[in-house]
Antibody
Framework: QVQLQESGPGLVKPSETLSLTCDVSGASVGSYYWTWIRQPPGKGLEWIGLINTSGGTHYNFSLMSRVTISVDSSKNQFSLKLTSVTAADSAIYFC??????????????WGAGTTVTVSS | ELLLTQSPDTVSLSPGETATLSCRSSQSGSSSNLAWYQQKPGQAPRLLIYAASTRASGIPDRFSGSGSGTDFTLTINRLEPEDFAVYYCQQYGSTAPRTVTFGQGTRLETK
């Protein structure tokens, strides 16, 4: 079955770039849409953005100036880069498969999540 | 901007009872534009329902979704101990800027 695993630094300094990778197993990364979602400690879920099968991206309007999502087909993984981070970017970051049904985009498979803390 | 409001924020019930969780959208659109997720402490969310009423693979039939327009409901019959968790609804906006949006969550706790 499809499994996802996030990886990356758990600690990032303010103003630097947060970089995470999601390894995909059980499916080809080029065959589906993929997404990143985050959850600040004790809070709700925030969608960051997605990448589609053509490499096109769609980002949360509130983050789009700082976010890049990309795919590396050779490694069967996709990545998140978030620039100029602040403490407000501290969160659990989840990668997920983005599926769709009619007008609905939803997440049917999730990684376990990785905690990122922004601190000097 | 799409806004999803879930109610109540917290509900306290006992195993065996029925939970009714609500989600109201600020946009009236397709009746199939809604998903529900369950999240337990320390775990990733799990998809329960998509297209408002279709159970995801492996989800027990005590979970059911209904609704259309702006008002949606997740019903959990015969609550089991493992059902006590936080539940989120989610839509994809029908107007620009289109985003995946979550409700604030409803905590289902044991009475």
């Amino acid at each position: 079955q499809v499994q996802l695993q996030e990886s990356g630094p758990g600690l990032v300094k303010p103003s630097e770039t947060l970089s995470l990778t999601c390894d995909v197993s059980g499916a080809s990364v080029g065959s589906y849409y993929w997404t990143w979602i985050r959850q600040p400690p004790g809070k709700g879920l925030e969608w960051i953005g997605l990448i589609n099968t053509s490499g096109g991206t769609h980002y949360n309007f509130s983050l789009m100036s700082r976010v890049t999502i990309s795919v590396d087909s050779s490694k069967n993984q996709f990545s998140l880069k978030l620039t100029s981070v602040t403490a407000a970017d501290s969160a659990i970051y989840f990668c997920a498969r983005q599926n769709y049904y009619g007008p609905l985009y939803y997440m049917d498979i999730w990684g376990a999540g990785t905690t990122v803390t922004v601190s000097s | 901007e799409l806004l999803l409001t879930q109610s109540p924020d917290t509900v306290s019930l006992s195993p065996g009872e029925t939970a009714t969780l609500s989600c109201r959208s600020s946009q009236s659109g397709s009746s199939s534009n809604l998903a529900w997720y369950q999240q337990k402490p320390g775990q990733a969310p799990r998809l329960l329902i998509y297209a408002a009423s279709t159970r995801a693979s492996g989800i027990p039939d005590r979970f059911s979704g209904s609704g259309s327009g702006t008002d949606f409901t997740l019903t959990i019959n015969r609550l089991e101990p493992e059902d006590f968790a936080v539940y989120y609804c989610q839509q994809y906006g029908s107007t620009a800027p289109r985003t995946v949006t979550f409700g604030q969550g409803t905590r289902l706790e044991t009475k």
